[in-house]
Every structure is written in C-alpha cells, then in structure tokens.
C-alpha cells in the first residue's frame, strides 16, 4: 500500500469540528472557519449565525447520538466539568481536546491553539496579537487613571462567589483593585467562596455581578448581612456585566468583556456612576 492511499481518505486538518462551549465557537468564526463548525452548544450567542448550526450539548451534558451523527473529527470542550463528556466521546471513538484554560495568558494561548488545530495557526496567531494589542491599550490607560478603586466582582450570587481568574486580571488590568484577589489562584469555584460579611468588610468601592446564566438582582445585593454601609452600595456604584460577555474565556472576554470593566472601572475612579439604571436592574456598561 503506498503512502497516498493511506492518506486519501483523511485531510490533514479536521473538517467537521463541534464545538461545546462558546469561545471556540467564537475563535473559529473570527479565524474564517466558521464552516468548519458542524455542532454546537446550546448556550453559544456568537456570531449570530452559530445559532443556526445543530446545537448537541449544554455546558454539563451531551448528547453523544447526535454528535455521532454529525461525524465529528474534532470535538473541542473546555473545563474539568466536561471531562466526563470528553472521556465518553473518546470511548466511541471521537478525537476531544479539552482546554483547561484560566488566565488572560492562557485564552490567548487557547486562540493560538484552537486554529492550529484546524490549519489556522498563522491566523490565529494574528488574532491573539491584535487581542493583547487591545489589552495593551487598556492598561495604557487605566495608568491615566487618577486613583485605582476597590472593587469586587462576583460570578454567583449564593455561595457568593468571586470572579475566576481572568476576570480578575482584567479588572485590574484596566484599573482597579480586586479586593478578593488572591482567591484568583483557586482553580475550582470551591476556593473562591467567601462570606458575604468578609467581602462588606473589605468595603469595595464598586461591585461587578455577572451571574452565570442569571440576571443579577440589586436587592439581593444590598440586602446581604453588612452590606448597607459597603461604599458601592452607598454610592450606588453597582453594575452588571451579561456572563457570556466575560465568562466566556475567549475573544468575547477579552474585547467586549474587558472594554465594559474598563468603563466600569473609570466611572467609580471618578466617582460618577454610568447611566440610569431601568427599576430593578444593576448599572450598565453597555
């Protein structure tokens, strides 16, 4: 048997590539290869045109039958949580790759990954620039700021959790202080669990909620044991940024995430709160 018709029935990069949470989605689209994509998750939103391809999964279950009919020759995934849907797509045969990504270093190297997978590694090597080039220019100017404020971002409301890595170095990144910050080390959800009387405590001055999947609830905010006198409740310093906007660790985090911290972030530096909040709703940065 000769070389070629070993080869000729497999391309040399994988053609039918489903994807089970949102940023690879996102990657591979911006890389031009959107039509490489042949399954995603259900919680997927970007581009809008993913929305039309089959969707197989949520963040915590699959459903193998119809990911095995799309005949898959990629499956990406992401996160400990989706190792038992790696481990059983491997079972049946299907090439996974699960990133495990948790800093603004690694979703940058994600990016440059995802497209070496699939051929793209040029491009996506282009792309990851142009987002640490954006990235470069917010911590230009959160060093114009005129103080850095305290602040704290939450990603879940009971246990009250605090933001996983990234999003705590993009708040900081773009200016301010992350008064739960050393808890970014965590790697599980677990190790940033804090009291809500600790975090009144160490009194910040602005909050950022994103809920995983859920709208954020000002009144569950100010009506947490000691918060009545916490500086971003007296100030009324208390915002909401939509958790497939920065909880996505991925472009969407690192463009449109990180540009409403950075709004977020220079309005309490400032001292004047963003817009007018709708009755029942957080602040916006949109």
């Known amino acids: 048997m000769t070389l070629d018709a070993l080869l000729r029935n497999a391309p040399p990069w994988p053609r039918r590539v489903v994807c089970l949470t949102e940023e690879t989605v996102e990657t591979l689209y911006l890389l031009g290869a ?29 459903n193998f039958e119809r990911i095995l009919e799309l005949r898959p020759d990629l499956v990406l995934g992401f996160s400990d949580l989706q190792a038992d849907i790696g481990r059983e797509l491997c079972k049946r045969g299907v090439p996974v790759h699960l990133f495990n990504q948790r800093s603004v270093a690694e979703i940058l190297q994600a990016v440059r990954l995802t497209g070496a997978l699939v051929g793209r590694g040029e491009e996506a090597d282009a792309l990851a620039n142009r987002l640490g080039a954006g990235l470069a220019r917010h911590a230009d100017a959160a060093a114009a700021l005129s103080r850095r404020p305290r602040m704290f971002f939450e990603e879940w409301h009971e246990p009250l959790i605090s933001g996983i890595r990234w999003c705590s170095e993009l708040l900081e990144l773009v200016g301010g202080v992350d008064v739960c910050g050393e808890s970014r080390a965590s790697q599980g959800a677990q190790g940033r669990i804090f009291a809500p009387e600790e975090v009144a405590r160490r009194d910040p001055e602005g909050v950022v909620a994103s809920w995983c999947g859920r709208k954020a609830k000002p009144e569950k905010i100010r009506g947490r044991p000691g918060w009545a006198g916490v500086r971003a409740v007296l100030d009324d310093q208390l915002y909401e940024i939509k958790s497939p906007v920065i909880l996505q660790p991925g472009p969407a985090a690192l463009t449109e995430g990180v540009e409403q911290l950075a709004r977020i972030v220079g309005a309490v530096a400032r001292g004047q709160p963003l817009g007018q909040p709708r009755p029942g709703d957080l602040r916006s940065a949109v």
């Open 34 to 62: 959107g039509d490489l994509v042949v399954g995603v998750s259900g919680f997927v939103v970007r581009p809008p045109e993913a929305r039309k391809k089959p969707r197989v999964s949520s963040f915590l279950d699959a």
